[in-house]
C-alpha cells in the first residue's frame, strides 16, 4: 500500500502532539526535519530556530518541567498546502495553567520542514465558581 503524502503529513502532526503529550523530546525531534524553519510568536517575544534540536529545545524549555501535562483537545488538518496542528493543554508546575498553541507547518516525506507557531502564553487556570 502506497501511503499518500497527505496521509504522511496528518501522521506526523498527530505524532508530535502524541509526543509532547508524553513529553519525549526525542520522538518529537524526529517528527522535525534537520534543518527546520521554526518560527514561534509567544507573549515573550519571537523565537527562531534553524535546526530540529533547538526547535525541539524550545518546546522541552516550555513543557519539559511540567510534572502534569493533560491533553485537552487537539486537531490536526490539512489546509490546502499546510498542515495545521492545534492543541491545548493543561499543564501543572508550581500551580495548574492551560496553554494552547496553534502551527502552520509545510511537511515533506513525513517530516515538518517549517513550522510557523503562535502561543497563548501558560495561562493560570481560575476556578469556575459560582455566578
Not at 24 to 51: E, H, I, N, Y
Not at 59 to 70: E, I, N, S, T
Not at 76 to 104: G, P, S, T
Not at 113 to 128: I, Q, T
Given at each position: ?43 515573550k517575544g519571537f523565537r527562531t530556530?534553524?535546526?530540529r534540536a533547538a526547535a525541539a ?66 495561562r493560570p487556570e481560575v476556578p469556575?465558581?459560582?455566578?
Amino acid at each position: 500500500m502506497v501511503t499518500s503524502e497527505r496521509d504522511l503529513s496528518l501522521d506526523v502532526g498527530r505524532r508530535f502532539i502524541a509526543a509532547l503529550e508524553r513529553q519525549s523530546w526525542d520522538d518529537l525531534a524526529g517528527c522535525l526535519d534537520p534543518k527546520v524553519q521554526f518560527r514561534a510568536v509567544t507573549p515573550k517575544g519571537f523565537r527562531t530556530a534553524d535546526d530540529r534540536a533547538a526547535a525541539a529545545g524550545y518546546l522541552r524549555k516550555w513543557f519539559g518541567d511540567a510534572d502534569q501535562l493533560a491533553l485537552q483537545s487537539s486537531d490536526v488538518e490539512l489546509m490546502h498546502d499546510r498542515l495545521r496542528v492545534a492543541y491545548r493543554f493543561r499543564e501543572h508546575e508550581d500551580q495548574w495553567y492551560i496553554v494552547e498553541q496553534q502551527a502552520y507547518c509545510t511537511v515533506h516525506d513525513g517530516q515538518i520542514m517549517v513550522m510557523d507557531l503562535l502561543c497563548s502564553g501558560f495561562r493560570p487556570e481560575v476556578p469556575e465558581g459560582p455566578s
